[in-house]
């Protein structure tokens, strides 16, 4: 898609992604590690979407209810980036339209949201179980997990949409290489002539508030997680409820350890290798694993494995 520019007669065709060196060795190097990740990520993901919303036992189980959507969300990132990151890698052609563009940043800003929103619900999910267990059919009813759900892929997309718009405006005069493997919005507006303090003011304001909002939530949770854990007085039952909440606090670190190194560190640090390497974590590394924390030490998945096999 071409867009004219606004001060010359000049046509934007797209932009160039510069993916992660120009040694076209280097980057034969890293398609064979990237696209087994990749094709692990699907299977994984697909077999626990299978697992929960066709067994009645998990999907009606607010923790694997969630644990559904969150990896449909990783499906959905994955393959909104890696795809073409292995393109770029096997295949030297690394530009991009400017329509693809913005559709591929709506969806990757989409679902890295929705990461975030699901992983905000399940941590409500694990302070109701621990904290208030003789209420926690009441609270966590499949109708409030399906509002949480609902709810949380709804202002994905719309704050996905709120980022595309206001970029859709802008203009582009300047170089057209993207130091990134896919589309992001940092390295885009870095890019742009136009006045882009309008979306600069969102992302402080509305970006922070979606980010940290959860974060938050997540924080607060298992500091009251914690407190009531310590109180629990034998041992054996301070580590049968830690260990309801070990596989998500592990992908919550992965996850928010690599976007808040992205995001949140001062703009002048998230140049070159360190914004590709903290987005390859989140990207690909943390959807790859998901899969394998949630399974490997749980019973239920497992025993619902067995039912299928």
């Not at 067994?55 to 969630?66: D, E, H, K, T």
Request: net charge neutral; aromatic share 14%; hydrophobic share 45%.
């Amino acid at each position: 898609m071409e867009r004219k520019i606004q001060d010359n007669q000049t046509h934007f065709a797209g932009f160039v992604l510069l993916g992660f060196s120009s040694s076209s060795e280097f980057q034969g190097f890293l398609f064979p590690v990237f696209l087994p990740m990749y094709l692990l990520t699907m299977l994984g993901n697909m077999l626990i979407i299978l697992l929960v919303f066709f067994n009645s036992s998990l999907f009606y189980a607010p923790m694997y209810f969630f644990l559904g959507h969150l990896s449909l969300a990783d499906m959905g990132l994955s393959s909104t980036t890696v795809p073409k990151m292995l393109q770029i890698l096997v295949s030297q052609t690394n530009t991009i339209s400017y329509s693809g563009c913005l559709t591929q940043m709506y969806f990757f800003v989409a679902f890295c949201t929705m990461d975030n929103f699901i992983l905000a619900s399940m941590a409500y999910d694990r302070y109701v179980a621990i904290c208030r267990p003789l209420h926690y059919t009441t609270i966590m009813s499949y109708r409030c997990c399906l509002l949480l759900a609902s709810g949380s892929w709804l202002l994905a997309y719309i704050h996905s949409l709120l980022y595309v718009l206001l970029l859709s405006e802008f203009s582009f005069c300047a170089s057209r290489e993207v130091t990134h493997f896919f589309c992001d919005l940092d390295p885009l507006l870095k890019l742009s002539c136009s006045d882009t303090s309008s979306i600069e003011i969102m992302l402080v304001s509305e970006g922070t508030t979606a980010l940290l909002g959860p974060l938050l939530l997540i924080l607060f949770s298992y500091i009251f997680i914690i407190s009531k854990i310590l109180r629990v007085p034998s041992a054996s039952g301070k580590y049968k409820a830690f260990s309801t909440c070990s596989a998500h606090l592990t992908t919550v670190s992965l996850f928010y350890g690599s976007l808040i190194g992205t995001y949140i560190c001062p703009s002048s640090t998230n140049s070159g290798s360190r914004l590709r390497v903290a987005s390859i974590i989140y990207t690909v590394v943390t959807p790859m694993l998901n899969p394998f924390i949630y399974s490997l030490r749980n019973n239920e998945i497992q025993n619902a494995m067995r039912r299928m096999q």
